[in-house]
């Protein structure tokens, strides 16, 4: 039964294609296109009912923010992203890949990091980054990414100089192996002025390690955790989750993290999308928001429920979930209501706004005398005990929805393009050609 028609593109050409959401015989909804070179394709996107899949979207805000500067469309989604004048949001979180070397190797980088000519970019070319964001609306909050972007000495000065050009929010994406090898290190960046660091972390079993980071990692994952939260440097756990690895290991993720608030922020899942070094053939099962939910719940025996959670607001609500918590004098966990101030921001601003508060773990206090003193503990305490469960379900060529994208804010800096969304600027087809990245 056809629920609905989008566009997509060929996994194999990467040429726009028609796309139908069909209910499959098994109750699941399907996206299914055909490119009349290259045949037809059929990808799970909800692992749930009808009713289910439209109930996810109630929240939805609707609407269109344009854009500043948008560039003008000429192919149309997803060829002119820079953004166009068609996409439907500003930013909220923007990469800069500022080198493209590593100190891994993992079989599933989106980026395929070190198979190219080692390469960093100058602080001038940074700086000019910086500039763009700014005239495209910024400040944005600001991913500092790669390859591993600890690789290179001088991210102070990256920092400072961003903090020059009116940025406030600096998040660091890292693998922790340099967290965990130099002690120091994590104080060093805390201050520097890095607000977190959302560190990859897969799981409590190095055979996890093994299979999607090419070597036992466990033992510094977790010396990097410690040797952040001696520097008071704000964690987010980041797991690539992958069926049949590591979709087991989600409430003992959670619990490991649980027990370390309020250093440890939350825990943000990342289905493992299929790009990159990973995105060769055609994955036999996907992961879908309701089978994550699902595995959240089963998993901490129902402290977390997935009715607890909820889709993005500002982003289309397909792309991801969300829930916060409050830790309560006893120590339990209260799911809090998902009020648009929290979870359903309708614009990208809001969203940047959350993000910043909640993963960096600091309250907007107030300015005053005394009498704002036991406000502002207040506040402070309330962050300091709400931690959040989140989720992006990143889109590769089998499952993209140009619909989707067009409500894309996170988004890789490009000094030719200017802002592409991440599933676009990340997309490869089945060879491994990408549509953006160089």
Request: aromatic share 8%; charged share 25%.
């Given at each position: 039964?056809?629920?609905?028609?989008?566009?997509?593109?060929?996994?194999?050409?990467?040429?726009?294609?028609?796309?139908?959401?069909?209910?499959?015989?098994?109750?699941?909804?399907?996206?299914?296109?055909?490119?009349?070179?290259?045949?037809?394709?059929?990808?799970?996107?909800?692992?749930?009912?009808?009713?289910?899949?439209?109930?996810?979207?109630?929240?939805?805000?609707?609407?269109?923010v344009t854009p500043v500067r948008a560039v003008e469309v000429e192919r149309g989604c997803p060829y002119d992203c820079g953004l166009c004048q068609n996409h439907e949001r500003d930013g909220c979180c923007v990469l800069l890949e500022l080198t493209n070397r590593c100190n891994l190797r993992c079989p599933v980088c989106f980026a395929s990091a070190g198979e190219q000519t080692p390469k960093d970019l100058s602080l001038e070319e940074i700086?000019?980054?910086?500039?763009?964001?700014?005239?495209?609306?910024?400040?944005?909050?600001?991913?500092?990414?790669?390859?591993?972007?600890?690789?290179?000495?001088?991210?102070?000065?990256?920092?400072?100089?961003?903090?020059?050009?009116?940025?406030?929010?600096?998040?660091?994406?890292?693998?922790?192996?340099?967290?965990?090898?130099?002690?120091?290190?994590?104080?060093?960046?805390?201050?520097?002025?890095?607000?977190?660091?959302?560190?990859?972390?897969?799981?409590?079993?190095?055979?996890?390690?093994?299979?999607?980071?090419?070597?036992?990692?466990?033992?510094?994952?977790?010396?990097?955790?410690?040797?952040?939260?001696?520097?008071?440097?704000?964690?987010?756990?980041?797991?690539?989750?992958?069926?049949?690895?590591?979709?087991?290991?989600?409430?003992?993720?959670?619990?490991?993290?649980?027990?370390?608030?309020?250093?440890?922020?939350?825990?943000?899942?990342?289905?493992?999308?299929?790009?990159?070094?990973?995105?060769?053939?055609?994955?036999?099962?996907?992961?879908?928001?309701?089978?994550?939910?699902?595995?959240?719940?089963?998993?901490?025996?129902?402290?977390?429920?997935?009715?607890?959670?909820?889709?993005?607001?500002?982003?289309?609500?397909?792309?991801?979930?969300?829930?916060?918590?409050?830790?309560?004098?006893?120590?339990?966990?209260?799911?809090?209501?998902?009020?648009?101030?929290?979870?359903?921001?309708?614009?990208?601003?809001?969203?940047?706004?959350?993000?910043?508060?909640?993963?960096?773990?600091?309250?907007?206090?107030?300015?005053?005398?005394?009498?704002?003193?036991?406000l502002d503990e207040f506040l402070q305490q309330a962050v300091e005990n709400t931690f959040t469960v989140s989720g992006m379900v990143f889109q590769d060529a089998w499952n993209l929805d140009l619909e989707r994208l067009k409500r894309c804010y996170i988004c890789e800096v490009d000094l030719e393009r200017g802002m592409v969304p991440f599933c676009a600027y990340n997309l490869t087809d089945i060879n491994g050609k990408a549509l953006y990245?160089?």
């Amino acid at each position: 039964m056809l629920i609905g028609k989008t566009s997509s593109v060929c996994p194999v050409c990467l040429n726009r294609i028609p796309a139908g959401k069909v209910v499959g015989e098994d109750g699941n909804i399907y996206m299914e296109k055909r490119c009349f070179e290259h045949g037809s394709f059929r990808t799970l996107i909800w692992e749930g009912n009808l009713e289910s899949y439209r109930a996810w979207s109630s929240l939805d805000a609707g609407g269109k923010v344009t854009p500043v500067r948008a560039v003008e469309v000429e192919r149309g989604c997803p060829y002119d992203c820079g953004l166009c004048q068609n996409h439907e949001r500003d930013g909220c979180c923007v990469l800069l890949e500022l080198t493209n070397r590593c100190n891994l190797r993992c079989p599933v980088c989106f980026a395929s990091a070190g198979e190219q000519t080692p390469k960093d970019l100058s602080l001038e070319e940074i700086g000019r980054q910086y500039d763009l964001l700014m005239e495209r609306g910024g400040p944005f909050n600001i991913q500092l990414s790669g390859g591993e972007p600890t690789m290179r000495d001088d991210l102070p000065e990256i920092i400072a100089l961003g903090k020059e050009k009116g940025f406030t929010f600096f998040q660091l994406n890292t693998n922790g192996v340099r967290l965990a090898e130099e002690p120091e290190y994590a104080g060093e960046l805390k201050k520097a002025g890095v607000s977190v660091a959302f560190l990859q972390f897969d799981g409590l079993n190095d055979e996890i390690y093994r299979i999607l980071r090419g070597r036992p990692l466990l033992e510094i994952k977790l010396k990097a955790v410690e040797n952040c939260k001696m520097a008071g440097l704000p964690v987010v756990l980041v797991p690539t989750v992958a069926p049949g690895v590591n979709d087991h290991a989600l409430g003992e993720i959670l619990s490991f993290a649980l027990e370390r608030m309020p250093h440890i922020r939350g825990v943000h899942f990342q289905p493992i999308s299929y790009f990159g070094r990973c995105g060769l053939e055609a994955p036999e099962k996907r992961l879908t928001i309701p089978q994550m939910l699902r595995l959240i719940e089963a998993q901490t025996d129902g402290r977390m429920k997935g009715t607890d959670f909820g889709g993005g607001g500002a982003e289309n609500p397909y792309c991801s979930f969300h829930a916060s918590y409050m830790r309560k004098p006893d120590g339990s966990m209260k799911a809090l209501p998902r009020r648009r101030s929290q979870c359903c921001c309708v614009k990208s601003s809001e969203a940047r706004d959350f993000v910043s508060r909640q993963w960096s773990g600091k309250a907007d206090l107030c300015d005053g005398d005394e009498a704002t003193s036991s406000l502002d503990e207040f506040l402070q305490q309330a962050v300091e005990n709400t931690f959040t469960v989140s989720g992006m379900v990143f889109q590769d060529a089998w499952n993209l929805d140009l619909e989707r994208l067009k409500r894309c804010y996170i988004c890789e800096v490009d000094l030719e393009r200017g802002m592409v969304p991440f599933c676009a600027y990340n997309l490869t087809d089945i060879n491994g050609k990408a549509l953006y990245r160089r």
